[in-house]
Protein backbone atom coordinates (compact mmCIF):
# COMPACT_ATOMS: atom_id res chain seq x y z
CA UNK A 1 0.00 0.00 0.00
CA UNK A 2 1.59 3.20 -1.18
CA UNK A 3 -0.64 5.54 0.34
CA UNK A 4 -0.09 4.11 3.79
CA UNK A 5 3.63 3.61 3.15
CA UNK A 6 4.19 7.43 2.15
CA UNK A 7 1.94 8.68 5.50
CA UNK A 8 3.66 6.50 7.96
CA UNK A 9 7.34 7.76 6.35
CA UNK A 10 5.70 11.75 6.33
CA UNK A 11 4.83 10.95 10.17
CA UNK A 12 1.09 11.15 9.72
CA UNK A 13 -0.53 9.01 11.66
CA UNK A 14 -4.28 7.77 11.36
CA UNK A 15 -5.05 10.19 14.37
CA UNK A 16 -3.45 12.75 12.77
CA UNK A 17 -5.49 12.17 9.20
CA UNK A 18 -8.69 12.19 11.79
CA UNK A 19 -7.26 15.61 13.41
CA UNK A 20 -6.62 16.70 9.76
CA UNK A 21 -10.19 16.31 8.32
CA UNK A 22 -11.60 17.49 11.59
CA UNK A 23 -9.51 20.38 11.73
CA UNK A 24 -10.27 21.41 8.03
CA UNK A 25 -13.93 21.16 8.36
CA UNK A 26 -13.67 23.24 11.19
CA UNK A 27 -11.89 25.99 9.46
CA UNK A 28 -15.05 26.58 7.15
CA UNK A 29 -16.97 27.60 9.56
CA UNK A 30 -18.90 30.62 8.34
CA UNK A 31 -19.28 31.65 12.70
CA UNK A 32 -15.31 32.85 13.30
CA UNK A 33 -15.24 36.19 14.37
CA UNK A 34 -11.54 36.23 13.96
CA UNK A 35 -11.13 34.77 10.98
CA UNK A 36 -13.49 37.73 9.27
CA UNK A 37 -11.01 40.15 11.01
CA UNK A 38 -7.96 38.27 9.12
CA UNK A 39 -9.34 39.13 5.83
CA UNK A 40 -10.35 42.68 6.65
CA UNK A 41 -6.97 43.20 8.42
CA UNK A 42 -4.86 41.61 5.74
CA UNK A 43 -7.34 43.03 2.42
CA UNK A 44 -6.41 46.96 3.98
CA UNK A 45 -2.68 46.23 4.37
CA UNK A 46 -2.13 44.16 1.50
CA UNK A 47 -4.15 47.39 -0.51
CA UNK A 48 -1.96 50.04 1.04
CA UNK A 49 1.06 47.86 0.38
CA UNK A 50 0.06 47.83 -3.16
CA UNK A 51 -0.03 51.64 -3.34
CA UNK A 52 2.76 52.46 -1.28
CA UNK A 53 4.51 49.90 -3.52
CA UNK A 54 6.15 48.73 -0.02
CA UNK A 55 6.98 44.60 -0.39
CA UNK A 56 7.67 44.35 3.23
CA UNK A 57 3.87 45.57 3.96
CA UNK A 58 2.74 43.30 1.50
CA UNK A 59 4.59 40.68 2.54
CA UNK A 60 2.79 41.04 6.37
CA UNK A 61 -0.56 40.68 4.02
CA UNK A 62 0.36 37.74 2.58
CA UNK A 63 1.65 35.96 6.54
CA UNK A 64 -2.09 36.52 7.58
CA UNK A 65 -3.25 34.15 4.81
CA UNK A 66 -6.54 33.79 5.74
CA UNK A 67 -7.71 32.05 2.61
CA UNK A 68 -5.28 29.25 2.71
CA UNK A 69 -7.83 27.26 5.09
CA UNK A 70 -11.13 27.54 2.76
CA UNK A 71 -9.03 26.01 -0.57
CA UNK A 72 -7.23 23.41 1.24
CA UNK A 73 -10.55 22.54 2.46
CA UNK A 74 -11.90 22.32 -1.28
CA UNK A 75 -8.79 20.02 -2.09
CA UNK A 76 -9.94 18.01 1.26
CA UNK A 77 -13.22 17.79 -0.74
CA UNK A 78 -12.26 16.58 -3.91
CA UNK A 79 -9.92 13.73 -2.40
CA UNK A 80 -12.85 12.27 -0.63
CA UNK A 81 -15.56 13.20 -2.74
CA UNK A 82 -17.41 15.32 0.31
CA UNK A 83 -19.85 17.25 -0.98
CA UNK A 84 -21.19 19.09 1.91
CA UNK A 85 -17.53 19.98 2.70
CA UNK A 86 -17.13 21.37 -1.14
CA UNK A 87 -19.91 23.64 -0.80
CA UNK A 88 -18.71 24.95 2.98
CA UNK A 89 -15.54 25.50 1.55
CA UNK A 90 -17.10 27.00 -1.83
CA UNK A 91 -19.66 29.80 0.00
CA UNK A 92 -16.99 30.47 2.39
CA UNK A 93 -13.94 31.23 -0.27
CA UNK A 94 -16.76 32.95 -1.76
CA UNK A 95 -17.64 35.69 0.72
CA UNK A 96 -14.10 36.14 1.76
CA UNK A 97 -13.36 37.05 -1.70
CA UNK A 98 -16.17 39.13 -1.90
CA UNK A 99 -15.65 41.08 1.36
CA UNK A 100 -11.82 41.30 0.49
CA UNK A 101 -12.57 42.92 -3.11
CA UNK A 102 -15.22 45.25 -1.39
CA UNK A 103 -12.95 46.24 1.21
CA UNK A 104 -10.16 47.16 -1.04
CA UNK A 105 -12.25 48.89 -3.53
CA UNK A 106 -13.35 51.12 -0.34
CA UNK A 107 -9.91 51.78 0.62
CA UNK A 108 -8.92 52.96 -2.93
CA UNK A 109 -11.86 55.46 -3.26
CA UNK A 110 -11.17 57.41 0.16
CA UNK A 111 -7.14 57.82 -1.34
CA UNK A 112 -6.85 60.74 -2.75
CA UNK A 113 -3.79 59.43 -5.34
CA UNK A 114 -4.26 56.26 -7.21
CA UNK A 115 -0.99 55.83 -8.63
CA UNK A 116 -0.25 53.00 -10.83
CA UNK A 117 2.62 51.14 -8.58
CA UNK A 118 5.32 48.20 -9.86
CA UNK A 119 3.95 46.29 -7.19
CA UNK A 120 0.65 46.48 -8.59
CA UNK A 121 1.44 46.23 -12.06
CA UNK A 122 3.61 42.87 -11.24
CA UNK A 123 0.10 41.27 -10.47
CA UNK A 124 -1.23 42.29 -13.18
CA UNK A 125 -0.15 39.86 -16.04
CA UNK A 126 0.21 36.74 -14.38
CA UNK A 127 1.65 33.66 -16.51
CA UNK A 128 3.19 30.12 -16.85
CA UNK A 129 5.45 30.15 -14.04
CA UNK A 130 2.82 31.52 -11.74
CA UNK A 131 0.88 28.77 -11.92
CA UNK A 132 4.28 26.32 -11.47
CA UNK A 133 4.50 28.14 -8.50
CA UNK A 134 1.29 27.68 -7.05
CA UNK A 135 1.51 23.89 -7.84
CA UNK A 136 4.25 23.78 -5.63
CA UNK A 137 3.45 26.11 -2.79
CA UNK A 138 0.37 24.28 -2.64
CA UNK A 139 1.97 20.29 -2.47
CA UNK A 140 4.31 21.87 0.21
CA UNK A 141 1.20 23.43 2.15
CA UNK A 142 -0.93 20.55 2.12
CA UNK A 143 1.92 18.32 3.52
CA UNK A 144 3.05 20.60 5.88
CA UNK A 145 -0.62 20.70 7.05
CA UNK A 146 -1.15 16.87 7.36
CA UNK A 147 2.48 16.85 9.31
CA UNK A 148 2.43 17.34 13.20
CA UNK A 149 2.97 20.61 14.68
CA UNK A 150 6.43 21.30 15.11
CA UNK A 151 7.05 20.92 11.28
CA UNK A 152 4.12 23.16 10.18
CA UNK A 153 6.26 26.76 11.83
CA UNK A 154 8.70 26.65 9.21
CA UNK A 155 7.62 25.69 5.79
CA UNK A 156 3.50 27.74 6.25
CA UNK A 157 4.77 31.29 6.23
CA UNK A 158 7.10 29.96 2.87
CA UNK A 159 4.21 28.95 1.18
CA UNK A 160 1.79 31.93 2.46
CA UNK A 161 4.67 34.15 1.03
CA UNK A 162 5.21 32.22 -2.18
CA UNK A 163 1.19 31.97 -3.06
CA UNK A 164 0.12 35.50 -2.09
CA UNK A 165 -3.67 34.86 -2.15
CA UNK A 166 -4.21 37.88 -0.44
CA UNK A 167 -2.63 41.10 -2.69
CA UNK A 168 -4.26 40.00 -6.08
CA UNK A 169 -7.51 40.00 -4.73
CA UNK A 170 -6.52 43.60 -3.49
CA UNK A 171 -5.64 44.22 -7.19
CA UNK A 172 -8.91 43.33 -8.43
CA UNK A 173 -10.46 45.73 -5.40
CA UNK A 174 -7.96 48.46 -6.81
CA UNK A 175 -8.80 48.19 -10.89
CA UNK A 176 -12.25 48.05 -10.05
CA UNK A 177 -11.47 51.48 -8.08
CA UNK A 178 -10.16 52.96 -10.92
CA UNK A 179 -12.21 51.71 -13.42
CA UNK A 180 -15.26 53.32 -11.22
CA UNK A 181 -13.42 56.60 -10.67
CA UNK A 182 -11.07 57.36 -13.55
CA UNK A 183 -10.96 54.57 -16.43
CA UNK A 184 -13.33 51.92 -17.28
CA UNK A 185 -11.01 50.27 -19.66
CA UNK A 186 -7.56 50.57 -17.62
CA UNK A 187 -9.44 49.23 -14.27
CA UNK A 188 -11.15 46.31 -16.22
CA UNK A 189 -7.86 45.86 -17.48
CA UNK A 190 -6.10 46.06 -13.91
CA UNK A 191 -8.54 44.04 -12.41
CA UNK A 192 -9.21 41.14 -15.10
CA UNK A 193 -5.25 40.50 -14.51
CA UNK A 194 -5.27 40.51 -10.71
CA UNK A 195 -8.23 38.56 -10.87
CA UNK A 196 -6.73 35.82 -13.42
CA UNK A 197 -3.61 35.68 -10.95
CA UNK A 198 -5.81 34.81 -7.70
CA UNK A 199 -8.05 32.57 -9.70
CA UNK A 200 -4.42 31.00 -10.68
CA UNK A 201 -3.61 30.17 -6.97
CA UNK A 202 -6.92 28.55 -6.16
CA UNK A 203 -6.83 26.03 -8.90
CA UNK A 204 -3.30 25.19 -8.51
CA UNK A 205 -3.70 24.42 -4.57
CA UNK A 206 -7.02 23.00 -4.67
CA UNK A 207 -5.62 20.30 -7.35
CA UNK A 208 -2.04 19.81 -5.59
CA UNK A 209 -3.77 19.93 -2.33
CA UNK A 210 -6.16 16.87 -3.52
CA UNK A 211 -3.29 14.87 -4.61
CA UNK A 212 -1.04 14.89 -1.31
CA UNK A 213 -4.63 14.54 0.13
CA UNK A 214 -5.18 11.35 -1.94
CA UNK A 215 -1.67 10.35 -1.27
CA UNK A 216 -1.53 10.72 2.42
CA UNK A 217 -4.90 8.55 2.69
CA UNK A 218 -6.35 11.64 4.49
CA UNK A 219 -9.56 10.29 3.63
CA UNK A 220 -9.30 6.84 5.18
CA UNK A 221 -12.48 5.04 6.26
CA UNK A 222 -11.18 5.54 9.90
CA UNK A 223 -11.09 9.52 9.46
CA UNK A 224 -14.14 9.03 7.09
CA UNK A 225 -16.27 7.68 9.75
CA UNK A 226 -15.13 9.62 12.43
CA UNK A 227 -15.94 12.81 10.65
CA UNK A 228 -19.51 11.84 10.24
CA UNK A 229 -19.87 10.98 14.30
CA UNK A 230 -18.58 14.82 14.38
CA UNK A 231 -20.82 16.18 11.19
CA UNK A 232 -24.13 14.99 13.77
CA UNK A 233 -23.13 17.24 16.04
CA UNK A 234 -22.05 19.92 14.29
CA UNK A 235 -24.91 22.50 13.21
CA UNK A 236 -23.96 24.45 10.46
CA UNK A 237 -23.19 21.18 8.51
CA UNK A 238 -26.43 20.01 9.32
CA UNK A 239 -27.81 23.02 7.92
CA UNK A 240 -26.04 22.97 4.71
CA UNK A 241 -26.73 19.02 4.17
CA UNK A 242 -30.45 20.13 4.68
CA UNK A 243 -30.27 22.60 1.74
CA UNK A 244 -28.31 20.00 -0.44
CA UNK A 245 -31.15 17.30 0.10
CA UNK A 246 -33.66 19.94 -0.70
CA UNK A 247 -31.83 20.71 -4.37
CA UNK A 248 -33.88 19.37 -7.23
CA UNK A 249 -30.28 18.60 -8.42
CA UNK A 250 -29.09 16.32 -5.41
CA UNK A 251 -29.15 13.02 -7.17
CA UNK A 252 -26.91 14.38 -10.12
CA UNK A 253 -24.14 16.00 -7.59
CA UNK A 254 -23.65 12.38 -6.31
CA UNK A 255 -23.49 10.60 -9.82
CA UNK A 256 -20.47 13.53 -10.74
CA UNK A 257 -18.95 12.74 -7.73
CA UNK A 258 -16.69 9.55 -9.04
CA UNK A 259 -13.47 10.09 -8.02
CA UNK A 260 -12.44 10.25 -12.39
CA UNK A 261 -14.85 12.78 -12.74
CA UNK A 262 -13.13 15.18 -10.17
CA UNK A 263 -9.79 14.60 -11.53
CA UNK A 264 -11.33 15.79 -14.94
CA UNK A 265 -12.74 19.10 -13.89
CA UNK A 266 -9.73 20.29 -12.09
CA UNK A 267 -7.62 19.36 -14.98
CA UNK A 268 -9.99 20.72 -17.40
CA UNK A 269 -9.66 24.11 -15.30
CA UNK A 270 -6.56 24.10 -15.21
CA UNK A 271 -5.98 23.40 -18.93
CA UNK A 272 -8.63 26.25 -19.58
CA UNK A 273 -6.38 28.92 -17.52
CA UNK A 274 -3.33 27.53 -18.63
CA UNK A 275 -3.99 29.26 -22.27
CA UNK A 276 -4.01 32.98 -21.19
CA UNK A 277 -1.14 32.45 -18.92
CA UNK A 278 0.99 30.66 -21.92
CA UNK A 279 0.01 33.81 -23.56
CA UNK A 280 1.71 36.52 -21.21
CA UNK A 281 4.41 33.95 -20.87
CA UNK A 282 5.14 34.46 -24.36
CA UNK A 283 4.59 37.95 -24.32
CA UNK A 284 7.34 38.32 -21.26
CA UNK A 285 9.62 36.31 -23.05
CA UNK A 286 9.56 38.80 -26.15
CA UNK A 287 9.91 41.88 -23.63
CA UNK A 288 13.06 39.88 -21.95
CA UNK A 289 13.94 39.76 -25.35
CA UNK A 290 13.64 43.13 -26.26
CA UNK A 291 15.22 44.35 -23.07
CA UNK A 292 18.48 42.14 -24.08
CA UNK A 293 18.60 43.76 -27.49
CA UNK A 294 18.35 47.13 -26.10
CA UNK A 295 20.77 46.38 -23.19
CA UNK A 296 23.43 45.11 -26.17
CA UNK A 297 22.43 48.39 -28.12
CA UNK A 298 23.38 50.73 -25.24
CA UNK A 299 26.41 49.07 -24.75
CA UNK A 300 27.67 48.96 -28.09
CA UNK A 301 26.66 53.06 -28.59
CA UNK A 302 28.74 53.52 -25.31
CA UNK A 303 31.80 51.54 -26.06
CA UNK A 304 32.02 52.45 -29.65
CA UNK A 305 32.04 56.56 -28.70
CA UNK A 306 33.86 56.10 -25.51
CA UNK A 307 36.70 53.97 -28.16
CA UNK A 308 36.93 56.28 -30.81
CA UNK A 309 35.15 59.75 -29.86
CA UNK A 310 35.73 60.59 -26.19
CA UNK A 311 39.37 61.57 -26.82
CA UNK A 312 41.30 63.82 -28.86
CA UNK A 313 43.77 62.27 -30.93
CA UNK A 314 46.71 63.40 -27.98
CA UNK A 315 44.61 61.44 -25.56
CA UNK A 316 43.02 64.81 -24.17
CA UNK A 317 39.58 64.13 -22.93
CA UNK A 318 37.18 65.91 -25.76
CA UNK A 319 33.69 64.47 -24.38
CA UNK A 320 31.64 62.09 -22.30
CA UNK A 321 28.39 61.12 -22.41
CA UNK A 322 25.45 62.98 -20.17
CA UNK A 323 22.31 60.55 -21.43
CA UNK A 324 21.24 58.80 -24.57
CA UNK A 325 18.41 57.09 -25.89
CA UNK A 326 17.88 54.04 -28.70
CA UNK A 327 14.62 53.01 -30.00
CA UNK A 328 14.31 50.85 -32.68
CA UNK A 329 11.48 50.94 -35.38
CA UNK A 330 10.25 48.63 -37.75
CA UNK A 331 14.54 47.54 -39.32
CA UNK A 332 15.45 50.96 -38.71
CA UNK A 333 17.62 52.25 -35.30
CA UNK A 334 16.80 55.88 -33.97
CA UNK A 335 19.89 56.67 -31.71
CA UNK A 336 20.10 60.08 -29.54
CA UNK A 337 22.86 60.97 -27.62
CA UNK A 338 23.82 64.23 -25.43
CA UNK A 339 27.99 64.52 -24.57
CA UNK A 340 29.13 67.43 -23.19
CA UNK A 341 31.77 68.58 -25.69
CA UNK A 342 35.03 70.94 -25.49
CA UNK A 343 34.90 70.53 -29.39
CA UNK A 344 31.92 70.31 -31.49
CA UNK A 345 31.63 66.88 -33.52
CA UNK A 346 32.01 67.32 -37.58
CA UNK A 347 29.28 65.98 -40.16
CA UNK A 348 31.97 63.79 -41.00
CA UNK A 349 32.93 62.26 -37.53
CA UNK A 350 29.19 61.58 -36.99
CA UNK A 351 28.99 59.75 -40.12
CA UNK A 352 32.30 57.47 -38.94
CA UNK A 353 30.52 57.02 -35.88
CA UNK A 354 27.19 55.58 -37.52
CA UNK A 355 29.68 53.44 -39.62
CA UNK A 356 31.43 51.58 -36.84
CA UNK A 357 28.05 51.05 -34.84
CA UNK A 358 26.30 49.58 -38.19
CA UNK A 359 29.34 47.31 -38.58
CA UNK A 360 28.99 46.00 -34.55
CA UNK A 361 25.44 45.82 -34.76
CA UNK A 362 25.72 43.95 -38.42
CA UNK A 363 23.66 46.64 -39.70
CA UNK A 364 23.40 48.64 -42.88
CA UNK A 365 24.35 52.35 -42.03
CA UNK A 366 21.31 53.69 -43.72
CA UNK A 367 19.39 52.14 -41.59
CA UNK A 368 20.89 53.84 -38.43
CA UNK A 369 19.44 57.46 -37.98
CA UNK A 370 21.62 59.25 -34.84
CA UNK A 371 20.98 62.21 -33.47
CA UNK A 372 23.47 63.98 -31.48
CA UNK A 373 23.27 66.98 -28.66
CA UNK A 374 26.08 68.81 -28.19
CA UNK A 375 26.40 70.72 -25.08
CA UNK A 376 30.18 73.03 -25.38
CA UNK A 377 32.29 73.03 -22.12
CA UNK A 378 34.75 75.45 -21.30
CA UNK A 379 38.18 73.47 -22.18
CA UNK A 380 39.51 70.36 -21.46
CA UNK A 381 39.68 70.82 -18.30
CA UNK A 382 36.36 71.01 -17.20
CA UNK A 383 36.21 67.62 -18.87
CA UNK A 384 39.05 66.21 -16.88
CA UNK A 385 37.02 67.44 -13.90
CA UNK A 386 34.06 66.14 -14.29
CA UNK A 387 33.17 62.93 -12.73
CA UNK A 388 32.74 59.89 -15.48
CA UNK A 389 29.24 58.57 -14.41
CA UNK A 390 27.04 56.48 -16.07
CA UNK A 391 24.85 57.67 -18.20
CA UNK A 392 21.78 56.89 -16.68
CA UNK A 393 22.64 59.16 -13.74
CA UNK A 394 24.18 62.07 -15.24
CA UNK A 395 21.54 64.95 -14.68
CA UNK A 396 21.51 67.12 -17.94
CA UNK A 397 21.06 70.17 -15.83
CA UNK A 398 21.78 72.94 -18.79
CA UNK A 399 18.45 71.46 -20.23
CA UNK A 400 15.19 73.82 -19.95
CA UNK A 401 12.01 73.62 -19.04
CA UNK A 402 11.10 74.41 -22.71
CA UNK A 403 13.56 71.95 -24.04
CA UNK A 404 12.01 69.14 -21.92
CA UNK A 405 8.89 70.18 -23.38
CA UNK A 406 9.76 70.16 -27.06
CA UNK A 407 11.58 67.05 -26.26
CA UNK A 408 8.69 65.08 -25.34
CA UNK A 409 6.68 66.54 -27.40
CA UNK A 410 8.58 65.24 -30.13
CA UNK A 411 8.85 61.93 -28.29
CA UNK A 412 4.89 61.88 -28.34
CA UNK A 413 4.85 62.93 -32.11
CA UNK A 414 7.06 60.11 -33.19
CA UNK A 415 5.53 57.25 -31.31
CA UNK A 416 2.11 57.77 -32.46
CA UNK A 417 2.85 59.06 -35.87
CA UNK A 418 2.18 55.40 -37.30
CA UNK A 419 -0.75 54.51 -35.33
CA UNK A 420 -3.62 53.16 -36.87
CA UNK A 421 -7.11 52.43 -36.02
CA UNK A 422 -9.42 49.25 -37.42
CA UNK A 423 -11.92 50.82 -40.24
CA UNK A 424 -13.63 52.45 -40.81
CA UNK A 425 -11.80 54.61 -38.20
CA UNK A 426 -9.89 57.84 -38.60
CA UNK A 427 -7.70 59.47 -36.04
CA UNK A 428 -8.21 63.03 -35.63
CA UNK A 429 -6.26 64.24 -32.73
CA UNK A 430 -4.80 62.83 -29.39
CA UNK A 431 -4.34 64.59 -26.09
CA UNK A 432 -2.04 63.67 -23.77
CA UNK A 433 -1.84 64.72 -19.85
CA UNK A 434 0.26 64.17 -17.08
CA UNK A 435 -0.12 65.52 -13.47
CA UNK A 436 2.46 64.78 -10.49
CA UNK A 437 -0.20 62.60 -8.65
CA UNK A 438 -1.48 60.61 -11.78
CA UNK A 439 -0.01 58.24 -14.67
CA UNK A 440 -0.09 59.74 -18.21
CA UNK A 441 -3.16 59.64 -19.48
CA UNK A 442 -4.00 59.18 -23.43
CA UNK A 443 -7.21 59.87 -25.28
CA UNK A 444 -7.44 59.37 -28.58
CA UNK A 445 -9.98 61.07 -30.44
CA UNK A 446 -11.85 59.39 -33.60
CA UNK A 447 -13.82 60.02 -36.18
CA UNK A 448 -16.28 56.51 -36.85
CA UNK A 449 -20.03 55.99 -37.33
CA UNK A 450 -19.36 53.36 -34.93
CA UNK A 451 -17.14 52.80 -31.30
CA UNK A 452 -14.24 50.75 -31.96
CA UNK A 453 -14.87 47.15 -29.98
CA UNK A 454 -13.94 46.72 -26.32
CA UNK A 455 -11.13 43.86 -28.01
CA UNK A 456 -10.07 46.60 -30.26
CA UNK A 457 -9.55 49.00 -27.75
CA UNK A 458 -7.88 46.96 -25.10
CA UNK A 459 -5.13 46.02 -28.28
CA UNK A 460 -4.64 49.57 -29.06
CA UNK A 461 -4.36 50.56 -25.83
CA UNK A 462 -1.50 47.88 -25.24
CA UNK A 463 0.28 49.24 -28.57
CA UNK A 464 -0.20 52.91 -27.42
CA UNK A 465 1.31 51.82 -24.06
CA UNK A 466 4.34 49.85 -26.10
CA UNK A 467 5.04 52.93 -28.01
CA UNK A 468 5.58 55.36 -25.40
CA UNK A 469 7.28 52.54 -23.01
CA UNK A 470 5.12 53.49 -20.26
CA UNK A 471 2.84 50.54 -19.23
CA UNK A 472 1.01 52.26 -16.41
CA UNK A 473 -0.71 54.67 -19.34
CA UNK A 474 -4.25 55.03 -18.76
CA UNK A 475 -5.16 55.41 -22.45
CA UNK A 476 -9.24 56.14 -23.65
CA UNK A 477 -10.80 56.31 -26.61
CA UNK A 478 -13.55 59.38 -27.87
CA UNK A 479 -15.29 59.10 -30.58
CA UNK A 480 -16.87 61.70 -32.95
CA UNK A 481 -19.58 60.67 -35.42
CA UNK A 482 -19.16 62.00 -38.97
CA UNK A 483 -22.62 62.44 -38.79
CA UNK A 484 -23.69 66.36 -37.34
CA UNK A 485 -26.96 66.83 -38.86
CA UNK A 486 -29.40 68.71 -41.18
CA UNK A 487 -29.92 72.22 -41.90
CA UNK A 488 -33.71 72.27 -43.53
CA UNK A 489 -34.55 75.20 -45.48
CA UNK A 490 -38.31 76.48 -46.88
CA UNK A 491 -38.84 75.93 -50.47
CA UNK A 492 -36.95 78.70 -52.42
CA UNK A 493 -35.22 80.27 -49.45
CA UNK A 494 -31.51 79.95 -48.02
CA UNK A 495 -32.23 81.68 -44.82
CA UNK A 496 -31.18 79.75 -41.73
CA UNK A 497 -33.88 79.39 -38.57
CA UNK A 498 -32.64 79.61 -34.62
CA UNK A 499 -32.48 75.65 -34.64
CA UNK A 500 -30.38 75.66 -37.61
CA UNK A 501 -27.86 78.08 -36.05
CA UNK A 502 -27.38 76.53 -33.08
CA UNK A 503 -26.95 72.94 -34.83
CA UNK A 504 -24.29 75.17 -36.97
CA UNK A 505 -22.78 76.45 -33.81
CA UNK A 506 -22.43 72.86 -32.09
CA UNK A 507 -20.79 72.03 -35.50
CA UNK A 508 -18.29 74.85 -35.00
CA UNK A 509 -17.41 73.87 -31.30
CA UNK A 510 -16.31 70.91 -33.16
CA UNK A 511 -14.31 72.33 -35.82
CA UNK A 512 -12.69 74.75 -33.78
CA UNK A 513 -11.72 72.07 -30.78
CA UNK A 514 -10.47 69.67 -33.61
CA UNK A 515 -8.41 71.49 -36.59
CA UNK A 516 -7.64 67.74 -38.34
CA UNK A 517 -11.85 68.10 -38.87
CA UNK A 518 -13.58 69.48 -42.16
CA UNK A 519 -17.22 69.74 -42.86
CA UNK A 520 -18.87 68.77 -45.66
CA UNK A 521 -21.70 70.18 -46.86
CA UNK A 522 -24.24 68.05 -49.15
CA UNK A 523 -27.24 70.89 -50.79
CA UNK A 524 -30.02 69.76 -51.77
CA UNK A 525 -33.11 71.50 -54.10
CA UNK A 526 -36.38 70.23 -54.80
CA UNK A 527 -37.23 69.86 -58.97
CA UNK A 528 -38.73 72.94 -59.43
CA UNK A 529 -36.14 74.72 -57.30
CA UNK A 530 -33.84 76.94 -59.28
CA UNK A 531 -30.12 75.66 -59.73
CA UNK A 532 -28.87 78.98 -58.15
CA UNK A 533 -30.38 77.36 -54.81
CA UNK A 534 -27.59 74.93 -54.14
CA UNK A 535 -24.88 77.61 -53.76
CA UNK A 536 -27.12 80.40 -52.37
CA UNK A 537 -27.64 77.81 -49.65
CA UNK A 538 -23.96 76.82 -49.28
CA UNK A 539 -23.33 80.46 -49.23
CA UNK A 540 -25.28 80.96 -46.43
CA UNK A 541 -23.81 78.08 -44.46
CA UNK A 542 -20.10 79.10 -45.22
CA UNK A 543 -20.62 82.70 -44.30
CA UNK A 544 -22.47 82.12 -40.85
CA UNK A 545 -19.58 80.25 -39.89
CA UNK A 546 -16.52 82.19 -41.26
CA UNK A 547 -18.40 85.40 -39.80
CA UNK A 548 -20.04 83.91 -36.49
CA UNK A 549 -17.76 81.69 -35.77
CA UNK A 550 -14.32 82.24 -37.36
CA UNK A 551 -13.84 78.85 -39.23
CA UNK A 552 -11.84 79.07 -42.56
CA UNK A 553 -13.59 78.80 -45.95
CA UNK A 554 -11.09 75.57 -46.88
CA UNK A 555 -12.21 73.55 -44.06
CA UNK A 556 -15.63 73.82 -45.94
CA UNK A 557 -16.59 71.84 -48.56
CA UNK A 558 -19.84 71.32 -50.80
CA UNK A 559 -21.08 68.18 -52.69
CA UNK A 560 -24.07 68.55 -55.07
CA UNK A 561 -26.88 66.21 -53.82
CA UNK A 562 -29.33 64.37 -55.90
CA UNK A 563 -32.23 63.76 -54.26
CA UNK A 564 -35.84 66.30 -54.18
CA UNK A 565 -35.06 67.67 -50.77
CA UNK A 566 -35.15 70.55 -49.10
CA UNK A 567 -32.36 70.03 -46.70
CA UNK A 568 -28.58 70.34 -46.68
CA UNK A 569 -26.40 67.74 -44.81
CA UNK A 570 -23.75 68.43 -42.89
CA UNK A 571 -20.91 65.45 -42.24
CA UNK A 572 -17.18 65.77 -40.92
CA UNK A 573 -14.45 64.28 -42.72
CA UNK A 574 -10.59 64.25 -41.81
CA UNK A 575 -8.23 66.18 -43.67
CA UNK A 576 -6.58 63.41 -45.45
CA UNK A 577 -9.40 62.27 -47.08
CA UNK A 578 -11.35 65.28 -47.31
CA UNK A 579 -11.52 66.21 -50.86
CA UNK A 580 -13.73 69.77 -52.09
CA UNK A 581 -16.48 69.05 -54.50
CA UNK A 582 -18.18 71.53 -56.93
CA UNK A 583 -21.55 70.40 -57.99
CA UNK A 584 -21.61 69.96 -62.08
CA UNK A 585 -24.52 72.24 -62.06
CA UNK A 586 -23.21 75.34 -61.03
CA UNK A 587 -21.48 77.88 -63.97
CA UNK A 588 -18.26 79.45 -63.20
CA UNK A 589 -19.08 78.22 -58.98
CA UNK A 590 -15.18 77.03 -59.01
CA UNK A 591 -14.56 80.97 -58.35
CA UNK A 592 -17.05 81.37 -55.91
CA UNK A 593 -16.04 78.90 -53.55
Known sequence: MIRNWLSNNLGVSPVR????????????????????????????????????????????AMLISPLMGSILAN???????????????????????????????????????????PEILARTRPNVLDLVVALFSGAVGSVAICKQPKGVVTSIPGVAIAVALMPPLCVVGYGLGIAASQGFTNGLQVASGGGLLFFTNLVAITFTAMIVFLALNVDSARAKQSIREWRQQDKETIWMRNILENLPASKKLRKIGTLPARFMLILFTIVAIFIPLNQSFRQLKREVARQQEENSINSAVKEIW?????????????????????????????????????????????NSYVKKLARRLNKLPELLTLKLIEIPTASNE?????????????????????????????????????????????????????????????????????????????????????RLAYPSAMVSMNRISPAVGDISFTRNESQLTQIDIQRLDRVADILQQQSALRLQVTTHRQADEPKEILLARFQTIKEYLESKRQIRAERIAIVNGDTSRFNAVLRLTTKSSNQTFVAQSFDNSDNDL
Open 75 to 117: GLSLAAGDVILAWRALIKLILSCGVAISFALFLVWLLPFKEMT
Open 17 to 60: KEQVYTEIYKSVSLKDVSYWIEVLFSAGIATLGLVLNSPAVIIG
Open 382 to 466: VIRSLPQQEPETVEPAVVTIAQLHANFTQEIQTAMSSLRLPPPAEIVNYEVTTTPTTPLKVQVIYLSERDISSDAQLLLADDIKT
Open 306 to 350: QENFANLPNGEPRSFIGGMETRPKEQRLFIQIQVFTSKLYTPEEQ
